[in-house]
């Protein structure tokens, strides 16, 4: 019977056109409730702290990166140092004759403010040796910056511009709370010789705590870095590593690439460590580190299994020095030190980072175990430089040769004194000197015996270490005293 009978294609039909009806009622809904301000703006929720979702001109929403960078950009700076390269040896003829200026070199990074009244920080290697600094501005500022100070051992410096008016900057925040997968920003300047200059990327922590570290010359003694996919390139040096606050979690530094150019493998050093410093470096320059005196090494699984350790954890003592404030707290050799001041310690290497940045003349709480038992010490943590120079006889090992600004030294012994046909006096003896290096240029020749280093006694190999390790950032010259075999004295001045 026809009137019992239907079609498939008309009641599809007929259900379509029923959710039409209902889908067009909705969408009026929204479009009535939208007009009248019903509906809350889109917010995303990223670290405790909420940025709005932007729309833009193409009716795209972008990501919250963008509040990031729009509140940090105009602290982010380029820097440009002007190194002076001598050109050729000083006792090329036109030098001695004609005086032919040094030839100045380009050095460029990043850098950031990170404090109102004009304080950038950035790295030691882009402005190291610098004759004169620029650093520009997003905003199209230029100033001519001061070196205040810098370390090598973790490739920082801080550098001051004057300037009418607060800066922006950028705050620090807190690098020990960072965790592996937490976003990363960088900034910075990469290849600013072809305009890449203020480059945003994006990335995540992908690691903490590496070290060991070898990046050529100049590798920084303390490294505790964080790695990060966020791309780094030449010229991002110096520049913020930042989390979703926008606070400074860590200051570019480098990169580990065979070509030269980022491959997802960057390095930052933490911003508690630069934290820790800058006081120091724009107090007085330099950096004064903490010192507990011991040798130390990384666990071996052999050593965990003595004591009595269900893993591999703390640092081993080889060593401890006499009179130290190990010594005096009861440090000895052959104990794991497992804690220091709370904080669990994993590697010879971040216990060095821990040691060299404590407070000094306070005593620091420390955690052991010796012969299966746990043990607490109190040491109180002295300042490096002047413990080593009060017993640098302590730190010189047999037949230890150094190498100092193309020098190889070696101290000046009885035994020496009689190959050379010398008498003998305590001092430095300098065996071997590289054509083209520092103190090549200066004039020095091999088989002198330096007495006196920047107007400082030097008695042995262990005292010339000590006043070197001292004056490394400075750019001046260094003066030498030293003594011929023939027995005469003369002046040089070495620049780095």
Request: glycine letters at 10%; one cysteine or more; a neutral charge.
């Amino acid at each position: 019977m026809r009137y019992g009978s239907f079609s498939l294609l008309g009641a599809g039909f007929r259900f379509l056109s029923l959710g039409l009806i209902i889908a067009v009622c909705i969408v009026a809904g929204i479009l009535i409730a939208s007009n009248l301000d019903f509906t809350k703006k889109s917010v995303a929720t990223v670290a405790d702290q909420k940025y709005p979702v932007v729309e833009n001109e193409a009716g795209e929403y972008s990501s919250p990166f963008v509040a990031v960078v729009d509140r940090v950009q105009d602290a982010v700076v380029n820097i440009v140092a002007e190194v002076a390269v001598d050109q050729g040896y000083r006792d090329d003829i036109f030098w001695r004759f004609f005086q032919v200026p040094r030839e100045p070199s380009i050095s460029s990074g990043s850098g950031f403010f990170f404090r109102s009244d004009g304080y950038i920080l950035t790295n030691y290697h882009v402005v190291k040796n610098a004759k004169k600094i620029v650093v520009r501005t997003s905003s199209g500022y230029r100033y001519d910056a001061k070196y205040v100070g810098g370390d090598p051992q973790t490739d920082l410096a801080v550098l001051k511009v004057d300037s009418e008016g607060k800066q922006a900057f950028i705050p620090f925040g807190n690098s020990t709370k960072i965790s592996v997968g937490d976003w990363a920003i960088a900034i910075g300047n990469p290849f600013p010789q072809q305009g890449l200059d203020r480059t945003v990327t994006v990335g995540v922590i992908s690691a903490k705590g590496r070290s060991n570290l070898r990046f050529g010359e100049g590798t920084p003694r303390y490294q505790d870095y964080i790695q990060t996919d966020a791309s780094i390139n030449p010229g991002n040096s110096g520049g913020p590593l930042l989390n979703l606050k926008g606070e400074a979690i860590g200051v570019n530094a480098a990169i580990s690439s065979p070509t030269g150019a980022s491959v997802g493998i960057g390095f930052a050093i933490p911003i508690n460590l630069a934290r820790s410093i800058v006081p120091d470096l724009i107090a007085t320059g330099k950096v004064s580190r903490g010192w507990l005196g011991v040798y130390l090494a990384d666990v071996t699984e052999a050593q965990a299994r003595e004591q009595g350790l269900d893993a591999v954890q703390g640092v081993y003592i080889e060593n401890v020095f006499e009179d130290s404030p190990a010594a005096e707290a009861g440090i000895k050799a052959g104990d794991i030190l497992l804690s220091f001041n709370g904080e669990k310690i994993n590697d010879a290497d971040r216990f060095s980072v821990l040691i060299s940045t404590a407070p000094k003349d306070r005593e620091s709480e420390i955690e052991a175990i010796r012969n299966g038992k746990r043990l607490n010490f109190r040491a109180r943590i002295v300042d490096r430089e002047t413990y080593q120079l009060a017993h640098s006889s302590q730190f010189e090992q047999p037949n230890q040769r150094v190498t100092w600004l193309g020098m190889e030294l070696i101290s000046f012994s009885e035994s020496i004194a009689r190959q050379i046909n010398s008498e003998y006096f305590p001092g430095v003896f300098i065996n071997r000197v590289s054509r083209g290096s520092q103190a090549y240029r200066a004039g020095v020749m091999p088989g002198s015996v330096i007495t006196q280093v920047d107007n400082r006694e030097v008695k042995n190999l262990a005292d010339l270490q000590i006043i070197a390790n001292s004056l490394n950032g400075q750019s001046k010259a260094i003066p030498l005293l030293l003594v011929d075999p023939g027995g005469s004295i003369e002046y040089k001045a070495i620049r780095p």
